[in-house]
């Protein structure tokens, strides 16, 4: 049965008819009000934070847009039951997600916590050197260090210098591949570059045994791929709408000291490497201008998490690239991305990553998360020291790498798993399962320990919710299995038999009438003993 939203009660009403059930509001309110009768509109942009989403997130415009419009019809900035639902109706579906902890990690403060740790841990790195064979690189201070991660569910979390613009550089390869195969599908692409590791450094002028580049990964293949596509719309969808320029400087300094990449678009033409028709010259200055794109740490997250999301953008819902296009890349990228350290860090990290010399690492965490790290340092092979360090100990510490066994390596954090007791101590979870007839989940609550009678605001059970909604089976589960009280009162006195009564639902009026009968107070401790008895028949 679907969930039916209903009207809000008034909270000075001295009794409430029966059969009118919280809303999904209400229950949120519940959830963040902690017994009080209003909430200060802090208490909920924070509350909002420590889930993960932001308050400048677009799918929440439509809710932060009504609480600035609220609050200034109130006098002490707080928000009573019938503001709260007037602000949050409109994203109550993404609301309700982010605050029953159903989003790909959980317990997302506890996360960061971590994060921040082990970018404390790399910034005490002081090795490698800034790229100077470009002037404008040469400018970023070796102290610079950031790291940026949106997850598949548009959770965000930054630290360090991550709202300052740098050039993609080399990571920009990967997004244009997948741009390409989106455009032209993988066949077509493939006419013109191979899918195998050059073993060779990124920018030689080397071609494989067909006459192909070796991949969109090194300079030549990324030189082509340049010839297949019209990017600047995708970046701006990949970054959802985020930070994407463009530094003329960085593209003027590449073109003048873009020999070798000259010598290799020579070289491609004389093999007959491009589309036929192509200006090779234009081709390299479209090149170069990619390579100049800006980011910042925060935009590239959001793009990495694109990837890691097949294709749809976390924070606007909109598919950018097609599941081939992402699902080719990510496998590029695993064995191609990081130069000439791309067998150490598929082998330790496991992870599909790019580099570049601006001292970018693009890092994907499929179907969970994207990071962007960024210090300009770079080691001998030209990647970010401190960002090798930060995927390294990432992949250390949680269970990341592409063949953990997320069954049987406990050592690992998973912080794709709910804390044991953050589930257990949430009321409305309870009574979500209870709304929505889920018998599986009640069965996880009464297995972990869970009180199966709590209360909310309002003293309604989870009880009351089942005999409102007809949901007999958890009706029967509660009573026979959990032994819960038959007959608890809310705040106004309603028992959930008044509740079956006025919903017209017969068969929960008889197994209550049933249980009413047989129920008594003084019973309810010997009752209480022999519950986990007839939790083994039930479960």
Request: net charge neutral.
């Amino acid at each position: 049965m679907p969930l039916r939203l209903r009207h809000p009660r008034s909270l000075t009403a001295p009794r409430r008819k029966a059969g009118i059930l919280p809303s999904l509001e209400d229950l949120l309110f519940y959830t963040i009000a902690e017994g009080q009768e209003k909430i200060p509109a802090h208490k909920f942009t924070t509350a909002l934070k420590a889930t993960g989403l932001r308050t400048g997130d677009p799918r929440l415009k439509e809710c932060m847009e009504m609480l600035k419009v609220t609050l200034k019809t109130t006098s002490d900035g707080a928000l009573d039951r019938h503001l709260f639902k007037k602000c949050v109706q409109s994203n109550i579906v993404l609301l309700t997600q982010a605050f029953r902890k159903k989003f790909v990690i959980p317990d997302f403060q506890s996360f960061c916590a971590h994060i921040d740790d082990l970018y404390e841990n790399a910034k005490n790195l002081s090795g490698g050197q800034v790229a100077d064979y470009i002037p404008q690189l040469a400018r970023f201070s070796p102290d610079l260090w950031a790291v940026a991660l949106c997850t598949v569910d548009g959770q965000r979390h930054t630290v360090g210098d991550t709202k300052v613009p740098f050039c993609l550089q080399s990571c920009v390869k990967p997004l244009k591949y997948a741009i390409a195969v989106h455009d032209h599908g993988t066949e077509y692409v493939h006419r013109f570059i191979g899918k195998e590791p050059s073993g060779l450094r990124f920018n030689k002028l080397f071609l494989n045994e067909d006459d192909k580049p070796h991949n969109p990964m090194v300079n030549a293949g990324a030189i082509v791929c340049t010839s297949l596509i019209k990017v600047m719309n995708f970046m701006n969808k990949l970054a959802g709408n985020e930070y994407v320029g463009f530094s003329n400087a960085t593209f003027q300094s590449e073109r003048e000291s873009g020999d070798r990449n000259f010598a290799i678009g020579y070289y491609l033409k004389e093999k007959k490497c491009f589309p036929e028709g192509t200006d090779m010259t234009s081709i390299l200055d479209f090149y170069f201008q990619l390579c100049s794109i800006e980011v910042t740490c925060e935009s590239a997250s959001v793009m990495a998490a694109t990837l890691a999301n097949g294709g749809f953008c976390p924070i606007t819902g909109e598919r950018v690239l097609s599941p081939e296009a992402v699902r080719n890349t990510l496998s590029l990228m695993h064995s191609c991305g990081m130069y000439d350290f791309s067998g150490q860090f598929a082998f330790h990290v496991g992870l599909p990553a790019k580099s570049g010399v601006a001292g970018g690492i693009l890092l994907v965490v499929p179907n969970v998360m994207g990071i962007m790290c960024w210090s300009p340092p770079l080691d001998k092979l030209g990647n970010s020291v401190r960002g090798i360090q930060f995927c390294t100990d990432l992949v250390s510490l949680c269970n990341f790498h592409n063949y953990d066994n997320l069954r049987h390596f406990a050592k690992k954090l998973d912080p794709r798993r709910e804390g044991g007791d953050q589930r257990v101590k949430s009321v409305i979870n309870l009574l979500f399962a209870a709304y929505t007839g889920d018998v599986s989940a009640l069965r996880r609550f009464a297995l972990s320990s869970m009180d199966m009678e709590q209360r909310d605001y309002d003293s309604r059970t989870a009880l009351h919710v089942a005999a409102a909604e007809g949901h007999t089976e958890v009706v029967r589960f509660l009573l026979e299995a959990c032994k819960v009280n038959p007959v608890p009162r809310d705040r106004w006195g309603n028992t959930p038999m008044d509740e079956a009564v006025h919903f017209g639902h017969h068969d929960v009026v008889t197994i209550l009438r049933d249980y009413h009968n047989q129920y008594s107070p003084q019973d309810s401790a010997a009752e209480k003993q022999n519950a986990e008895k007839n939790l083994d028949g039930m479960l």
